[in-house]
């Protein structure tokens, strides 16, 4: 009786099989200089999955089962989305989002002079 009731607590809880970890979720683009994003991935699955970026989405980044902090080095141009799938039923098991932020760090004294007058406020 005591398996039995375990075994369902087990089965309730949500499954963190196939979660997946991004570090960091976000890139910084400045001075026209592409974003180089520095990955940092992790997951657990029964079998081995493989980790797509979605502008390449028949191309694999990186295929275990087990995937526990590795690293990648990748080009980052805009908003991009990194999925987990089964390579042999192509099913998506997991999702996560990168963003891209564009900095313009030669914008930033003409915001600083916009907000000491506060007039920019009325328009």
Request: glycine share 4%.
């Amino acid at each position: 009786m005591k398996l039995l009731c375990t075994l369902a607590l087990l089965l309730a809880l949500p499954s963190a099989a196939n979660e997946l970890l991004i570090k960091p979720r976000l890139c910084i683009e400045h001075a026209g200089k592409p974003c180089i994003l520095q990955l940092t991935a992790s997951w657990q699955h029964a079998q081995e999955v493989c980790l797509y970026q979605q502008q390449q989405p028949d191309t694999p980044l990186l295929c275990r089962q087990q995937a526990d902090n590795v690293s990648l080095s990748l080009p980052i141009a805009e908003d991009t989305q990194f999925f987990l799938k089964n390579p042999h039923n192509g099913k998506v098991l997991a999702k996560r989002q990168v963003r891209l932020l564009r900095v313009d760090l030669e914008s930033g004294e003409q915001l600083l002079n916009k907000s000491r007058n506060g007039w920019w406020l009325l328009q």
